[in-house]
């Protein structure tokens, strides 16, 4: 007995400290950084932007330290999987089909998608009106798979690229018609700019649920719903304390949260 009681004291004894270790732990944050406004390099190479100050604000209100660790946005979710971080947080649409590889959390942000060409370019049906147009879109995105199933059978040649920067270079140098991409992306990252002088949005909002999900959301791996309830509980409590607010007028003159 005196054993047993010794054994089950010592168990204890270990158990805690392992618990309180397990709870010091850095959370690894994944992320693109080369998608202003949302996450981007400033000139001494720190990342910035809305997704990286949200992530902050996440993690202070759960009261756990951020890691931040770069990826190319089409390896994110392999990097989750393999267990190179612990969640991604870099303007992931939350879709049913990444449903299937990842859990989310609710959204933390909703902004429509849109084209973007030559200003003075009118379309009205994407599918007439791009016929023979090359568009460039950031592979492995929402905007990818859209393109995919229904910009290329009517006629569109889709261009993909690892980075949206690189679209916007392309389009610049006139090696692409039009991006299909994040509308506030476009605008700040791009329309804004002096490279973007002589662009200008065009045709509708793109906003199918079936390819443009139901906003934006923070992923986990799959069975993590603990992480996932903890993020989405600190959403929550940063848009009632003012936090959210904070951060997003830091970057828009709008509510970004959408709907």
């Known amino acids: 007995m005196k054993k047993i009681a010794l054994l089950g004291a010592l168990a204890l004894s270990m158990l805690s400290p392992l618990a309180m270790a397990d709870d010091s732990k850095p959370l690894r944050i994944g992320i693109e950084a080369a998608y202003p406004p949302f996450a981007y390099k400033t000139p001494d190479g720190a990342i910035t932007g809305f997704d990286y100050d949200i992530g902050n604000a996440l993690c202070e209100e759960m009261q756990v330290k951020c890691q931040w660790i770069e990826q190319e946005f089409d390896g994110l979710i392999p990097a989750l999987k393999v267990r190179k971080f612990d969640a991604v947080l870099s303007s992931m649409s939350i879709t049913e089909d990444r449903k299937k590889s990842v859990d989310f959390t609710g959204k933390y942000y909703a902004t429509p998608a849109k084209l973007a060409m030559k200003a003075g370019t009118v379309i009205k049906d994407p599918l007439v009106d791009l016929k023979g147009k090359k568009v460039g879109v950031q592979r492995s995105s929402v905007y990818d798979r859209y393109a995919t ?83 989405s509980a600190a959403i929550m409590a940063i848009r009632a304390n003012g936090k959210y607010k904070q951060v997003q007028d830091k970057y828009f003159s709008f509510d970004v949260y959408g709907d």
């Open 149 to 231: 199933d229904v910009l290329a059978p009517a006629g569109v040649e889709v261009v993909r690229y690892g980075s949206q920067n690189e679209i916007f270079l392309d389009l610049t140098a006139g090696r692409l018609d039009a991006t299909l991409a994040d509308s506030v992306n476009i605008d700040d990252g791009f329309l804004k700019a002096d490279a973007g002088k002589g662009f200008a949005f065009t045709g509708p909002d793109f906003t199918d649920v079936k390819y443009f999900g139901e906003g934006q959301g923070i992923a986990v791996r799959k069975g993590d719903t603990a992480l996932a309830d903890k993020f």
